[in-house]
């Protein structure tokens, strides 16, 4: 009897147990990443109906969330995000609060049900959704202590309070808050997101959040030839056998040699790499502008502008504490030559994000731009505008950025 207390029916050591939760775990992480975010959130991959239920069966199982809503949230998060309306922001409610209680910002994100209504179409709405999922969304879960109680004793009962805390650590905490605080960025977004990590694995691929945040609607979250993107990795295994059916993943950029003046391949392909081109404007433009500043007042960079006001240039001071914010404005008015360099980029950036206006007049203005650049007499600038009149995509298959 004590034996059974202890490990079940089965009789398990701990080494099996601990096989057991490296495959349900992952498996955990796949319905989230796989399913709930790639496939339902964002639409960038469809999977065969019965690899769809394996994942909305686990995840009612290991869970308790339900689609629509996790959904939801996370459109909300990303039409919302980084202001006091996003669900889980860490400028806002603190990385401390993100990180350690994400489980009940997301019970306050899901008790908002105007925001559900809202953002939650398109989600699976058929019986087993109505009459098991949605309904007796809490029973999987009590189901499974039950299973595991009897399959693996005290051990079960141990397990199944690791699984229940895997996603409120990994995705709601790590992935919600420091991948919006901590790590490195390959584009500067409209927002803090960053990779954790440049080897998606152990969130299937959710470390890559940066990258996700440039392209949400793409089913690749790897963008970089040194970057891994496991959740990708078991897409492809499943296109391989006909289990799923990738829709979108993020335009490949192609710089054509020798374009004298912006054309309709260059909007199209600035509009879906506008935060590229503001990337590339910071690393091509700003940043050697800023090293020659360094050398004409004879001084190290590290003097000329502290290392945290230089990050803040790249989006104008947007996420600097007011002190900080102020200082780096005051040190741009004292500079004119880095003065004009930002007020350009900013109105690159003003063309880019346009609304309410025409593809003719948006090339039009941009047109306008790339000449004003070529006649600033500022190097940098001029290869930049040379770059940027020669993007073009290659490949049909594009994911917008939202």
């Not at 202001?83 to 350690?100: A, C, L, Q």
Request: one cysteine or more; a positive charge; charged letters at 20%.
């Amino acid at each position: 009897m004590l034996d059974f207390i202890a490990s079940g029916f089965t009789g398990a050591g701990w080494g099996v147990l601990a096989l057991y939760l490296l495959l349900a775990t992952q498996l955990t992480i796949f319905s989230v990443t796989l399913y709930l975010h790639r496939s339902l959130a964002h639409r960038g991959v469809d999977f065969h109906p019965a690899i769809a239920h394996v994942f909305r069966f686990w995840s009612w199982l290991t869970t308790a969330m339900i689609a629509r809503e996790w959904a939801a949230i996370h459109r909300k998060h990303h039409a919302k995000c980084e202001t006091e309306e996003d669900p889980h922001s860490p400028m806002y409610k603190g990385i401390g609060k993100v990180f350690w209680n994400g489980v009940e910002l997301y019970r306050e994100a899901r008790a908002d049900r105007a925001a559900i209504d809202q953002y939650g179409k398109g989600c699976p709405d058929d019986w087993i959704e109505r009459n098991l999922y949605t309904r007796w969304a809490t029973s999987g879960v009590v189901v499974l202590l039950f299973v595991l109680a009897f399959l693996f004793g005290a051990k079960g009962v141990a397990a199944w309070a690791i699984q229940m805390a895997w996603i409120p650590l990994w995705a709601a905490g790590v992935i919600n808050g420091l991948g919006h605080w901590w790590g490195y960025r390959n584009f500067h977004t409209s927002d803090t997101a960053t990779n954790l990590s440049p080897w998606g694995v152990w969130v299937g691929g959710e470390e890559l959040h940066n990258n996700h945040h440039a392209f949400p609607s793409s089913a690749k979250f790897a963008l970089r030839k040194w970057e891994f993107d496991i959740g990708w990795a078991a897409i492809r295994t499943f296109q391989s056998v006909r289990l799923a059916k990738v829709l979108r993943v993020a335009p490949t950029l192609n710089i054509r040699p020798n374009i004298r003046v912006p054309d309709m391949d260059t909007l199209k392909a600035l509009l879906a790499h506008r935060f590229q081109a503001m990337t590339d404007f910071h690393r091509h433009v700003v940043k050697p502008a800023l090293q020659e500043e360094a050398a004409a007042r004879d001084t190290k960079l590290s003097r000329l502008l502290p290392r945290k006001l230089r990050h803040g240039l790249a989006d104008e001071g947007r996420w600097l504490s007011p002190d900080s914010r102020a200082q780096l404005e005051q040190w741009v008015a004292d500079s004119p030559r880095i003065r004009t360099l930002i007020e350009k980029r900013a109105q690159l950036a003003a063309v880019l994000e346009a609304r309410g206006q025409s593809a003719a007049e948006t090339l039009a203005r941009l047109q306008a731009w790339c000449s004003e650049a070529e006649a600033s007499g500022s190097r940098s600038l001029q290869v930049f505008a040379a770059r940027l009149r020669g993007y073009a995509l290659r490949g049909a298959s594009s994911a917008m950025p939202a």
